[in-house]
């Protein structure tokens, strides 16, 4: 069983429509969730970064993280073509055993078209 | 601007051939990373170096090397003992070592024939 896991999709809905990503984790060391996106061909860009349970919205876009339930979602309201690109989520321990380095999920391929 | 910077952008290398991906930051950040993204896997952490002179394997370190002689500079190689090379490769800094934000360049598409 990996670590992180994300449904990779892919989805595809129409511009306008609330878009949900979901990741689930097993360790329970975790306090630091990341949500990155990356356009085609391009280096991921950090998007959401929340720090142990809540919500954090920005705009569009609201993190949720459920620690009880080893869940985090993001949420994006009124899509747009523009938002089409694939979902990353990323967490940490932020130290312990692994310094801070970051477990990705595999990805969610996400197209939205107008 | 600050950023990364990763060279080449794209890479075609023939099987046993050892071949070297550069990764410049000039953001002063004092950590660096070399990820491995393939389709349908996510990103998986081949290094890291935390420190000038200082680095660490990460999950997936068979098969590469790697250098941290200056601040700025982290150049992944790829040697012929990496059973399947071809792969998107990423390069990544952070200010420290904690769980702060990675930022990332552009990355490096390696196809070997």
């Known amino acids: 069983q990996k670590e992180v896991e994300q449904d990779p999709g892919p989805l595809s809905v129409p511009e306008g429509a609330i878009v949900s990503l979901n990741c689930t984790y097993s360790n329970s060391a975790f306090q630091y969730f990341m949500w990155y996106r990356q356009y085609s061909r391009k280096g991921p860009e950090l998007l959401m970064y929340t720090y142990s349970s809540g919500n954090k919205e920005d705009g569009r876009f609201t993190a949720q993280v459920d620690k009880s339930s080893k869940y985090i979602s993001l949420f994006i309201r009124d899509s747009q073509p523009s938002d089409s690109a694939t979902y990353l989520c990323a967490m940490s321990d932020a130290g312990g055993t692994s310094y801070g380095k970051l477990t990705f999920g595999q990805g969610t391929i996400l197209t939205v078209h107008p | 601007d600050g950023g990364i910077t990763q060279s080449p952008k794209y890479l075609f290398r023939k099987e046993g051939q050892n071949v070297t991906l550069s990764c410049e930051q000039n953001?002063?950040?004092?950590?660096m990373y070399w990820y491995r993204q393939d389709p349908g896997q996510g990103l998986r952490l081949i290094y890291y170096s935390q420190i000038v002179n200082d680095f660490q394997k990460g999950d997936i370190a068979e098969g590469y090397s790697v250098s941290r002689e200056k601040k700025e500079s982290f150049p992944l190689t790829v040697t012929s003992a990496q059973k399947n090379p071809t792969a998107f490769y990423l390069c990544a800094s952070s200010i420290d070592r904690g769980a702060g934000e990675l930022f990332f360049g552009e990355g490096s598409r390696l196809t070997v024939l």
């Open positions: 953001l002063n950040h004092d950590a």
